[in-house]
DNA sequence: GTCTATAAGCAGATAGAC
DNA sequence: GTCTATCTGCTTATAGAC
């Protein structure tokens, strides 16, 4: 009953992150995961529809994990977290920020959602920013319209910074594989964007914390 | 005698910019350039090798830019002039930028071209981060190895927005086409990351320059 | 729900005429 | 130095058997 739906999906996502979204053409879909062509295309009518399918998770996660807990105030833990989940989806979808123009290009609808999401995620990194203002545990110069200026160069370049990391290692690393443990510098980056505005005793506690998660992360991968 | 030879390199650089790298198939490329494909081979033995030309002039331009007119000091024209490079290389080769990770997966040679050139061009940040220390017109706060982090970080940071830029603005602009003034924002975003450190005159200075460049930049283009 | 077989199209590249 | 004509190999996608 299930039949090979989620297992197509999955495989893709998988592949497209070794070897490449532009290499990992339908056949080679096929091929992998065991089953004939003509039964990819009883799932989905067309490459697209799956790489959107795999968008889809892309988003959900994203969007869900810039939003959730920050009811009571953010804490070290939650500010943390930020970024261990930014990494995790950088790492998990690595395909798509790998060939993201092409991706988008090739498809008008996904484009419109990437766009969509790109103007969503600043606004929601303002807006974290803001919290933490207001919770007196970021403080940024009062000077007139500097804070709002910087908060949205804050959120801006974080996001930056996230949709370029792996490509900047993939560059880097250009012979040997790509590990997971090659994100945590990123998230590092990241981090320190916006540490300069932290207070000192939030800053140390949520650092103390991203360090901890991220070696944690790198034993288990 | 001259041939078409030039003609190809122009004419590519220019649909790639236009219609993207994966769109640009050297059937197209010779129909664009009104010449067959059998003349575009006689010139180049591959594909490839159009590509590795093209991104020779990218590096030699980048490479001057980057490295040209500092050994007298940075004054505020001549630090406003790096960004006004930076943002000019990645217009003129937005296909490259937008398209990295594939074209360099597809050509070793180009990979580790681009590696090294990654890799001294963090270096020379760096290098030009510390020489606006040594003149007084930048400083780092002087804490046990905060300084020299902080050149890395702001090396890299600046890197990373420099390569991310195109892909944001394509996002950003799904719909409608991208035009040169899209870049004066990315060239801003990046001074900013740095105009925290600066020197206030200095800094003003800088800043101004930039903004007028820019300017005549975009009534020109 | 999954298979085999294959169509249709486009890519990069080459041979050989002029 | 440039052309026409063509080959090979790949891709996405479909038709129809089981």
């Given at each position: 009953?299930?039949?090979?739906?989620?297992?197509?999906?999955?495989?893709?996502?998988?592949?497209?992150?070794?070897?490449?979204?532009?290499?990992?053409?339908?056949?080679?879909?096929?091929?992998?995961?065991?089953?004939?062509?003509?039964?990819?295309?009883?799932?989905?009518?067309?490459?697209?529809?799956?790489?959107?399918?795999?968008?889809?998770?892309?988003?959900?996660?994203?969007?869900?994990?810039?939003?959730?807990?920050?009811?009571?105030?953010?804490?070290?833990?939650?500010?943390?977290?930020?970024?261990?989940?930014?990494?995790?989806?950088?790492?998990?979808?690595?395909?798509?920020?790998a060939?993201?123009?092409?991706?988008?290009a090739?498809?008008?609808?996904?484009?419109?959602?990437?766009?969509?999401?790109?103007?969503?995620?600043?606004?929601?990194?303002?807006?974290?920013?803001?919290?933490?203002?207001?919770?007196?545990?970021?403080?940024?110069?009062?000077?007139?319209?500097?804070?709002?200026?910087?908060?949205?160069?804050?959120?801006?370049?974080?996001?930056?910074?996230?949709?370029?990391?792996?490509s900047?290692?993939?560059?880097?690393?250009?012979?040997?594989d790509?590990?997971?443990g090659?994100?945590?510098?990123?998230?590092?980056?990241?981090?320190?964007?916006?540490?300069?505005?932290?207070?000192?005793?939030?800053?140390?506690?949520?650092?103390?914390?991203?360090?901890?998660?991220?070696?944690?992360?790198?034993?288990?991968?």
């Amino acid at each position: 009953m299930a039949g090979n739906r989620e297992k197509i999906i999955e495989g893709a996502r998988r592949l497209m992150n070794r070897e490449g979204s532009s290499a990992t053409g339908t056949t080679r879909m096929a091929e992998a995961l065991e089953i004939s062509p003509g039964n990819l295309y009883y799932h989905f009518k067309s490459r697209e529809e799956i790489v959107a399918r795999i968008y889809e998770r892309l988003e959900a996660t994203f969007r869900e994990g810039l939003v959730a807990g920050t009811g009571d105030g953010i804490t070290p833990e939650r500010f943390a977290d930020f970024y261990i989940v930014a990494i995790g989806i950088a790492w998990d979808y690595r395909f798509f920020f790998a060939s993201q123009t092409d991706l988008l290009a090739a498809d008008d609808a996904l484009a419109r959602r990437h766009r969509e999401l790109q103007a969503w995620s600043l606004n929601a990194l303002e807006e974290i920013v803001a919290l933490l203002e207001k919770q007196g545990t970021a403080l940024l110069p009062k000077a007139r319209g500097e804070a709002a200026r910087l908060r949205k160069s804050i959120a801006l370049n974080t996001w930056l910074l996230w949709i370029s990391w792996i490509s900047f290692v993939k560059v880097e690393k250009a012979e040997s594989d790509l590990v997971r443990g090659d994100m945590a510098r990123g998230a590092v980056q990241m981090f320190d964007l916006f540490s300069p505005w932290l207070d000192t005793e939030f800053e140390k506690a949520a650092r103390k914390i991203l360090n901890s998660e991220l070696e944690r992360m790198d034993a288990v991968a």
